[in-house]
């Protein structure tokens, strides 16, 4: 189809792919939104050629920790498990102060924008240790960052609530403050299913959504995924509650899995898988065939689940590593969990984009009438985006360009 008469526009993004469609396609961008998609765009706007590169709405990381980012130098590693991570970093976050959180998220969010990420949800630790030190910097981010990415902060409750009562009360502080929904650890709490109740009452109250850290280990038994479905259920939450890791279910029985799968869909809980945390954390206790610990996610996403793959932690006890890549996240994901089909590497790229979009209430894709929120790749489809690891080359938020990469260049000796 070739374009329409002169249209007046802000931008063109000329010659661009979208999804796996063949051709090249312009986007005309008018007042922060895309108000056209056509082959071919007539106007006298400013163009940006995008040179057949992939572009998209932009990648979505669901599930970050931007407050304990970057302390490696304040932590020690010896044993490499997630009760060590837990007490390092609570031993380290006693000394964090403001404009400190604040130095080492920027440096994180700064390095997603960069990698394509237009959207986030972050945990911040609120507790006694913590106080709203950790809360109040990442508030700042989230104001100070919002031209190029938008943040979601959730309230964290990681070391529990029954045995520390005081943190419930800064808990609804915090989301009286502008915290955007609430999150619980009950695997951290002596009485899981009584934090359980307690993470939902506090969303009731706030009426926001929830997002639990669940079933962190590798033991198939003593799940907390029945209580977190019965609550869901019996409060009529659906669709408003998310858990992390959950990595028992790479323990389980296929038809058990399958079995759990159906009840989250029907539940509407969404599941994020975080493959860099749970390789490094999970099967310590093995000598020899190390088991992956990474929950099943083609086979939730297959079975309705809302699934995505994210971050977790940068450079800390839980992560000694990372760049905030979500397509260097996505390509871990399929190498760890045998993928190859091209419709099971596109679920993939779903899941650090359109399905984390929807998980965290923040829908993703290029549509007429739709904010212009672009990315472009260094890439001709999604497919190669993850078997490459393609790199972002610029990205443009409603409209206004938020950074560009130069794409490589061999400087080849001239011929003799």
């Known amino acids: 189809m070739r374009g329409r008469a002169f249209m007046t526009f802000d931008l063109v993004l000329a010659g661009a792919r979208i999804g796996r469609r063949a051709g090249l396609v312009d986007i005309g961008i008018k007042h922060g939104q895309i108000l056209a998609i056509e082959a071919e765009l007539t106007s006298d706007a400013p163009r940006e050629e995008a040179c057949g590169c992939f572009v998209f709405g932009g990648f979505v990381d669901s599930h970050i920790h931007l407050d304990k980012a970057c302390i490696l130098d304040r932590c020690i590693i010896c044993e490499g498990t997630l009760h060590e991570a837990v007490r390092e970093s609570a031993r380290a976050k006693a000394a964090f102060t403001v404009e400190d959180v604040y130095a080492r998220a920027a440096r994180v969010i700064e390095a997603a924008i960069l990698h394509g990420t237009m959207a986030l949800r972050t945990f911040v630790e609120i507790d006694p240790r913590a106080g709203f030190r950790s809360f109040e910097a990442i508030m700042a981010i989230k104001r100070d960052y919002a031209w190029a990415i938008d943040v979601q902060v959730c309230a964290f409750a990681q070391e529990g609530t029954t045995q520390e009562p005081q943190t419930l009360a800064m808990l609804a502080q915090a989301l009286r403050h502008g915290a955007d929904l609430i999150g619980g650890c009950p695997y951290t709490d002596p009485d899981p299913a009584a934090h359980i109740r307690d993470i939902f009452d506090l969303a009731e109250q706030h009426a926001v959504a929830i997002d639990f850290h669940l079933d962190f280990d590798l033991d198939p038994s003593g799940s907390n995924l029945p209580c977190v479905i019965a609550e869901t259920r019996r409060r009529g939450y659906d669709g408003r509650v998310s858990i992390g890791h959950a990595t028992k279910l790479s323990a389980m029985a296929p038809d058990d899995v399958r079995t759990i799968a159906g009840e989250l869909a029907e539940a509407g809980i969404g599941v994020t898988v975080l493959p860099a945390t749970d390789l490094f954390l999970l099967g310590r206790g093995h000598d020899r065939l190390v088991p992956r610990g ?25 992560t000694p590593f990372g760049d905030a890549s979500l397509v260097r996240m996505a390509n871990l994901l399929a190498n760890t969990a045998h993928l190859s089909r091209d419709d099971d590497i596109l679920a993939v790229f779903a899941m650090v984009s359109e399905a984390a979009g929807s998980l965290i209430g923040h829908p993703q894709g290029l549509d007429v009438g739709k904010a212009a929120d672009i990315v472009l790749l260094d890439a001709a489809d999604p497919v190669s985006v993850v078997r490459e690891i393609r790199p972002a080359v610029a990205g443009w938020k409603r409209g206004r360009k938020t950074f560009s990469r130069p794409r490589p260049t061999l400087h080849r000796p001239e011929p003799l």
């Not at 990474?294 to 839980?318: D, E, K, M, W």
Request: glycine share 4%; hydrophobic share 50%.
């Open 294 to 318: 990474i929950a099943p996610a083609l086979l939730l996403s297959r079975a309705g689940v809302t699934t995505s793959a994210a971050t977790n932690n940068i450079l800390n006890p839980f």
